[in-house]
C-alpha cells in the first residue's frame, strides 16, 4: 500500500471527477448521466443483478436503487483485506485506491476502480477487487488468466477503455476462502462494440424508449415500483392480453404439479441417498433441515436437459 494521492496522477484518457464514498449522494450524482462498469453488464444483458429495462428506468429517474445488500456490505468491508494481500503479492506496484473518473472525450463513459497500479512513477493498470458468495469452482477460471464472469470482464474492459490503460489485475476472495489473482488485457474490438451498446443505450433514453421487458425478477421488481399505487378501478383488457395471462398461469400450475410429481418419484429412486448422478453429473440431492424429514432438489450443478441426448441416441 502507499500514500501516493491520486489526484496527481494521470491516466491517457482519464479525467478526474472526485473521490467520493461509495453511494453517497456525490457519487450518485457522477453516475445519473453516465454508464459505469456495472451499469454496461446490465445494458448487454449480462448482469445477473439489474436488467436492462431496470437500468433504462434507473437512468430516466423513475425508479431508485434499492438499499445496499448483505453481499454488497459484506465485499465494502472485505474490499480493503483483499488490496492488501493483493499488494503483498506484487510488491513491484504501489496499488492507489481510485477515484472516480470519465473519459477526456466521451463524457458519458464513468470508470470507478479499485484501484490504480503504479509503477516507475506512472499508471500501469487498474485493480478490481470482488468476493464471490457461488461456492462453485467453475465460476472462476484457471488462476493467472483472463477466465473471469462475463459481467465482470465487461466493467474492466469498460474501465480500461475510459482509462487509456491496457491491463487490469483482478483480485478474488472465494466462498471458500481462497484468495486468486487473475489478468485482464484491453480489446480494443471488444471495447468499441460495448462503446456502440452504450451510445444505443443513451440514444434510447434520450428518444423514451424503454427495453423490452424480459423474464428476470428485476424487470418485474421495476414494473411494481412504477406503480406503487392501488386506485379503486377496473382496467378492461384485449383478448390477446387475457389469453396472454391466463396461458402463463395455466403452464405455471401444470408445471408446479408436474414438478411436485417427478420430485416424489426422485425421492423413490433416490432412497436414502443424499445424491442422484449420471454419467458423473450430479442431478439431484436430498436435503434436510436440523435433522428434519428430507427434500429433494435439482442439484446446483445439475446440467439443462438440453445438455441430455435422447434415448435413442444414447442407445446407439
Not at 470507478?112 to 497500479?117: A, E, I, R, T
Not at 477487487?129 to 483472463?146: F, L, N, R
Amino acid at each position: 500500500m502507499t500514500a501516493i494521492d491520486e489526484r496527481t496522477l494521470t491516466t491517457p484518457t482519464g479525467r478526474l471527477l472526485g473521490s467520493w464514498e461509495s453511494g453517497s449522494p456525490e457519487w450518485h450524482a457522477a453516475r445519473a448521466s453516465r454508464l459505469g462498469g456495472s451499469d454496461m453488464a446490465a445494458v448487454l444483458g449480462r448482469s445477473p443483478w439489474v436488467s436492462p429495462y431496470r437500468l433504462w428506468h434507473l437512468k430516466a429517474g423513475l425508479v431508485k436503487d434499492g438499499e445496499t445488500t448483505a453481499a454488497q456490505s459484506r465485499g465494502h468491508y472485505l474490499e480493503d483485506g483483499i488490496r492488501r494481500w493483493w499488494a503483498d503479492q506484487n510488491p513491484e506496484f504501489s496499488v492507489v485506491t481510485g477515484g472516480t473518473y470519465t473519459h477526456v472525450e466521451r463524457d458519458y463513459q464513468l470508470a470507478n476502480p479499485d484501484g490504480l497500479l503504479v509503477q516507475d512513477g506512472r499508471v500501469a493498470g487498474v485493480l478490481e477487487i470482488k468476493t464471490d458468495a457461488q461456492d462453485d469452482p467453475g465460476t472462476w477460471g484457471v488462476e493467472g488468466t483472463d477466465q473471469i464472469p462475463l459481467y465482470y470482464r465487461t466493467q474492466i474492459l469498460w474501465y480500461l477503455d475510459c482509462l487509456g490503460l491496457k491491463v487490469a489485475h483482478v483480485a478474488v476472495l472465494t466462498a471458500r476462502l481462497e484468495f486468486r489473482h487473475y489478468v485482464v488485457e484491453y480489446d480494443p474490438a471488444d471495447a468499441k462494440i460495448l462503446r456502440a451498446h452504450a451510445e444505443a443505450f443513451l440514444d434510447s433514453l434520450l428518444f423514451g424508449e424503454a427495453p423490452d421487458k424480459d423474464t428476470t425478477d428485476s424487470t418485474y421488481q421495476t414494473v411494481r415500483e412504477l406503480h406503487p399505487d392501488i386506485d379503486d378501478r377496473e382496467v378492461q383488457l384485449s383478448h390477446d392480453q387475457v389469453v396472454e395471462f391466463t396461458s402463463a398461469r395455466d403452464a405455471l400450475a401444470d408445471a408446479k404439479a408436474n414438478w411436485t410429481l417427478v420430485r416424489s418419484r426422485m425421492g423413490e429412486w433416490m432412497g436414502d441417498a443424499k445424491r442422484a448422478e449420471f454419467l458423473g453429473f450430479r442431478i439431484a440431492a436430498r436435503k434436510s433441515k436440523q435433522g428434519g424429514t428430507p427434500w429433494v432438489e435439482a442439484d446446483r450443478k445439475c446440467p439443462p436437459s438440453t445438455d441430455f441426448i435422447s434415448e435413442e441416441e444414447f442407445a446407439a
